[in-house]
């Protein structure tokens, strides 16, 4: 089993707990905000794996069941440092902006699929991007038709519906039509017995606050309203068994 170690990146300590009220204000944790921003150090493990060891131990075995099955799993994208989602983020904000657009606007088209950097879940080490390794496949991997009917991922969605949650795997991005923020994703699972607890502990924290405290492309069009519409709409109307 590979380890790898992540360099702490210096965040912005100290920070008031935010707007969400009640009981969870006095609860206990061991996730610290840099560590839920991407900016901690923290073990990963497994070559191209790279998730908690935890998470890790979970997806092999989800992975050697499905191999069984005929699906190869493979993973596509799983932890992401908060650098690394800064340069996806800014990337797109340049295009869009460069295109004509404006800045909120940008970001507004940005989040449909792509998370503001230091609120995306990958950052924990619990959250993978996956397909099925056996098809050839032209162009993006990660579009929702190409797990749909005849697309060449169908037969690993539908193994993942029936299987994922044996492993306590869970779709975060469902198709539900009346869920907002990003998306449907069919290709995105989060390991929930220890991604649950890290959400719980990321809404207690001021994130209006550690956000306007970054220097990122667009951080300065980050209103309160915005932070507030994009914490319930995007980091919270998720899948109901990861809440």
Not at 125 to 148: E, H, N, Q, Y
Request: charged share 30%.
């Amino acid at each position: 089993m590979e380890r790898r170690l992540f360099i702490k990146r210096s965040g912005v300590g100290g920070l008031a707990m935010t707007i969400i009220p009640g009981t969870l204000l006095q609860q206990k944790t061991r996730y610290s905000i840099e560590e839920l921003m991407g900016k901690a150090e923290i073990d990963l493990y497994g070559e191209d794996i790279n998730l908690r060891e935890e998470a890790h131990d979970a997806f092999v075995e989800m992975r050697k069941a499905a191999l069984a099955d005929g699906i190869d799993i493979k993973i596509v994208s799983s932890y992401r440092s908060f650098d690394r989602q800064a340069v996806i983020f800014e990337r797109k904000y340049l295009k869009y902006t460069d295109d004509g657009m404006e800045p909120l606007d940008a970001i507004e088209k940005i989040i449909e699929y792509s998370t503001i950097p230091g609120t995306s879940r990958h950052h924990w080490g619990t959250d993978v991007d996956l397909i099925d390794g056996s098809p050839k496949v032209d162009g993006d991997v990660l579009v929702a038709s190409k797990f749909g009917p005849e697309g060449p991922f169908e037969k690993f969605k539908l193994w993942m519906d029936e299987n994922s949650e044996k492993f306590n795997y869970y779709l975060v991005y469902t198709n539900n039509p009346k869920r907002r923020g990003f998306k449907y994703e069919p290709w995105h699972y989060s390991y929930a017995p220890l991604s649950k607890p890290m959400l719980k502990t990321f809404r207690l924290k001021n994130i209006l606050k550690q956000l306007k405290a970054e220097d990122f492309l667009g951080s300065d069009e980050l209103t309160t309203e915005f932070v507030k519409t994009y914490i319930e709409d995007n980091i919270l109307d998720i899948n109901p068994e990861l809440l």
